[in-house]
Every structure is written in C-alpha cells, then in structure tokens.
C-alpha cells in the first residue's frame, strides 16, 4: 500500500509511484552532506560495477547487448540514486558497527560502538521510506525483476522465455559483485541457491510449469553444479555432467542426476 503524498498511476494494470512528488530527508548539516557525497559516489561506482557484469553474464548467455546496456538505468535518475545510495550506506554502516560492538571487549569502546548504532539506524530509517518507494517503482518498471510480473490477482504467474533468460544476468552480477572479495566464490551453487529461495520457497506454486521450467533451463546451462567424485584411491576428479560421471563409473546401473539439487 502507498503512503500519502505519493500518486499511483497505472500501466498495464501495474502500479508505479510517482516518486517526483516525494520528498527526500533533509540534509541538516556538514557531516550529513558529506556522508551523502560518498553515499552517492559508492552508489555509482556499485551501479556501474553490476550493469559491467550484468553485460558480460548476458553476453555469454547470447543475450543482445543492446538490451543489456539499457539495465538499470533508471538508477542514475537523481531521486533514485540519491535514495539508494544512502539507504544502503546508511545499512551498511549499521551492520559492520553491529559486529564491530559484537566482538568488542573494552566497555568504552562499546558506548562509542553503540552511539555509531544509533546514529546509523536512525539515518537509515530517514529514508527507509523513500527507498520503498523507489525500490517500488524500479521493480515495477524492469522486466528483469519477478516483481514486474506480479499481479493483484492469484492468477498463476507467467514469465516468457526470453525475460526468464533476462533475469539470470541481474541475479549472477549482483551475487558477483557484492562477493567478489571471497576467494574461490563459487556463483553456480549460489545461483541454485537463490533460485531454491525465491522460484521454489517464496513464490512456491504461483508460477506456471512452462516459467518454472525456463528457470531451470537457464540455470542448468549457463551455471551448472558440479559433482565431486572421490574414489577410493583418494584421487578426486570433478565432473560438470551426467555423461562424464557414467564414463567414470563404466555404465554401471548408477544414475545421478548432476543438472537437479
């Protein structure tokens, strides 16, 4: 439901706040200025890391560039910059304090610890209410999130083929980049992971079997699992597909199915 001060305008049966009519928080001093300068400087320089990625995953996966380049761009509109950029550096701020004061031992330096909380909880809940917004309309407005397929009905929901190939991109260049400090990150098990959480938990029996379908296509040949063999000899060999795991085992009755958690 929208807040007050927002107008709902629809599109295809869809609802998209209006956001020009909202206000942001106020900036109240220096310090805040500041904060928003570098906010809004990560904000970009995140933005520009994931619509790289997210080019280079579409592009292995055949996807034309001239719809990949227009990913995201929504975000470099000023309101919704400004709001990202300093939700999440607000939140961001407030988790690494949170273990920071976690693993403190001095009393002192936890009461410093603790103002930090407080100051960066209040900030982000200043504009909480404007990410909502704008995280709102994003979703809404891009076909590459499930969001935009949803309906205000319990219609079983449909996504074609080709916008279910679409969204594999976003998802493998948002998992990348926000992991790229973790040595041996392994993308296609948290691929399978994601898809399990959102496709299978969240969403549960809501899409159709032909999207359920298309996801697992995708996921299955552009980010396959792996199987690891380790045979008695304690040599260990490590198999992508079904027909190198049979080579190894000599067509013997066993069958495993490497593409399926």
Known sequence: MLGAGVVEEKRSKRIY????QYNLPDIKNIKEAFECGIAVAEGINYTVAHILEQIKQGLVMGIPFSQLITHDMDKFVPFMMMTYSNYFFYDN???????KFALAQDDKEKNKLSKKIDYY??????????F???HIRHQKNNDHHIEYWEKDSTDVL???DDKVKKIMPDWASVKTVK???IKDYNLNKEMHAFHEQMILTKYGNLFDEETKASFEKYLNEYFPLQIEIVPQTAK???FSSQEGLMQLLGNTALVMNVNNR
């Open 121 to 130: 909880n209040k900030k982000k809940l200043d504009w909480a209410e404007a």
């Open 93 to 99: 701020n407030l988790q690494k304090n949170k273990v």
């Open 158 to 160: 449909h996504i074609p």
């Open 179 to 181: 992991n790229k400090h």
């Open 236 to 238: 260990k060999d490590t």
């Open 132 to 134: 909502e917004y704008a």
């Open 17 to 20: 706040p209006r956001l020009s």
